[in-house]
């Protein structure tokens, strides 16, 4: 009953910059953190960035000082601002969330993962 929905994923030079969204439909009664994760081929995925429902973030060392991660409680959203992107960012990017319903008290959620290519 709840999914969710990732976008903003595409084709940037190194330098560039993209935006991520991840949004959680379906019937949410509390999202404890939602987050980015990601994964290159025939690598282990790896968190990038994470946000609880308090407001506090955690980031990988190799995304400090250029990914902003945010979200939007109203509207069970949660936003990956990448800048100043390396080739070394390639990746397909999932987010996940932590999500109460009414019929689970907690829950480990996936988006399918967006596309993220940085060229050089």
């Known amino acids: 009953q709840v999914q969710l929905v990732e976008s903003g994923g595409g084709l940037v030079q190194a330098g560039g910059s993209l935006r991520l969204s991840c949004a959680a439909s379906?019937?949410?009664?509390?999202?404890?953190?939602m987050g980015w994760y990601r994964q290159a081929p025939g690598k282990q995925r790896e968190l990038v960035a994470v946000i609880t429902k308090g407001g506090s973030t955690n980031y990988a060392d190799s995304a400090k000082g250029r990914f902003t991660i945010s979200s939007d409680n109203a509207k069970n959203t949660v936003i990956l601002q990448m800048s100043s992107l390396k080739p070394e960012d390639t990746a397909v990017y999932y987010c996940n969330a932590q999500i109460q319903t009414l019929s689970r008290p907690s829950a480990d959620y996936w988006g399918k993962g967006t596309l993220v290519t940085v060229s050089s």
């Open positions: 379906g019937i949410v009664f509390n999202i404890n953190a």
